[in-house]
């Protein structure tokens, strides 16, 4: 039995995404963020750091950070992440630019741009400009590259997808940046980013 919490969350759909690429079977439980579902006692008891999203599977305890879940789900199932040390080396460097840029500043540009009752122009603008920082570094990578990690499809670029479905959070447009409006509209197409997109049914960040 396997369980996947989440919500319509960029972090969570990098977990769904992986899950639907591997051909797993699973059960998708919505914890509503904007809810606070995610302080429940059930929840809590699974990632004491109250966060989404977690997969649970028998036999092991439950799994959190979105990031140890695609390298946990890589490494069991063989997908994704290469075994030869210098391309293993690679995916994992852009599969952290993800995790430690992308991710927390675009987080961060949308607090300051739609969800802070306040928006002072400081704060809106240095973050932005942190996003912008990590589009340059992936928009170089990607003129060369057809996916971050080099010529294969990766956890990194799983990571990073949901991340620039958000670019609006950011007030960016991808029709500024060619080469990864190229990546992303690649990526997109896949069935499995498409259904896992979509995990679990229903689930909205209105």
């Not at 994992?92 to 607090?111: D, E, I, K, Y």
């Not at 928006?119 to 996003?131: D, I, Q, S, W």
């Not at 990690?149 to 959070?169: E, L, T």
């Not at 007030?171 to 498409?194: E, H, K, M």
């Given at each position: 039995m396997r369980r996947?919490?989440?919500?319509?969350?960029?972090?969570?759909?990098?977990?769904?995404?992986?899950?639907?690429?591997?051909?797993?079977?699973y059960e998708a439980i919505?914890?509503?963020?904007?809810?606070?579902?995610?302080?429940?006692?059930?929840?809590?008891a699974l990632n004491p750091y109250g966060k989404i999203p977690i997969l649970v599977e028998d036999?092991?305890?439950?799994?959190?950070?979105?990031?140890?879940?695609?390298?946990?789900?890589a490494e069991t199932h063989g997908r994704f992440l290469p075994r030869d040390p210098a391309a293993r080396?690679?995916?994992l460097a852009w599969l952290m630019v993800a995790l430690t840029s992308l991710g927390p500043m675009t987080g961060q540009a949308h607090h300051w741009t739609d969800?802070?009752?306040?928006?002072?122009?400081?704060?809106?603008?240095?973050t932005v400009g942190l996003v912008e920082r990590v589009?340059?570094?992936?928009?170089?990578?990607?003129?060369?590259?057809?996916?971050?990690?080099?010529?294969d499809y990766s956890i990194a670029d799983i990571a990073a997808y949901p991340w620039i479905a958000r670019h609006a959070?950011?007030?960016?447009?991808?029709?500024?940046?060619p080469a990864i409006a190229r990546?992303?509209?690649?990526?997109?197409?896949?069935?499995a980013v498409l259904r896992g997109m979509q995990v679990p049914a229903g689930a909205r960040l209105d």
């Amino acid at each position: 039995m396997r369980r996947f919490y989440g919500w319509a969350t960029p972090n969570s759909q990098r977990v769904s995404i992986m899950l639907e690429e591997c051909g797993l079977t699973y059960e998708a439980i919505g914890v509503n963020i904007r809810a606070r579902e995610q302080f429940a006692p059930a929840i809590v008891a699974l990632n004491p750091y109250g966060k989404i999203p977690i997969l649970v599977e028998d036999g092991l305890p439950p799994l959190f950070e979105s990031g140890a879940i695609l390298i946990h789900l890589a490494e069991t199932h063989g997908r994704f992440l290469p075994r030869d040390p210098a391309a293993r080396a690679q995916t994992l460097a852009w599969l952290m630019v993800a995790l430690t840029s992308l991710g927390p500043m675009t987080g961060q540009a949308h607090h300051w741009t739609d969800l802070a009752p306040e928006k002072p122009e400081a704060a809106r603008r240095h973050t932005v400009g942190l996003v912008e920082r990590v589009y340059r570094l992936l928009e170089g990578r990607l003129t060369y590259q057809p996916h971050l990690a080099g010529a294969d499809y990766s956890i990194a670029d799983i990571a990073a997808y949901p991340w620039i479905a958000r670019h609006a959070w950011a007030t960016l447009s991808l029709d500024d940046w060619p080469a990864i409006a190229r990546w992303f509209a690649q990526v997109g197409a896949r069935p499995a980013v498409l259904r896992g997109m979509q995990v679990p049914a229903g689930a909205r960040l209105d």
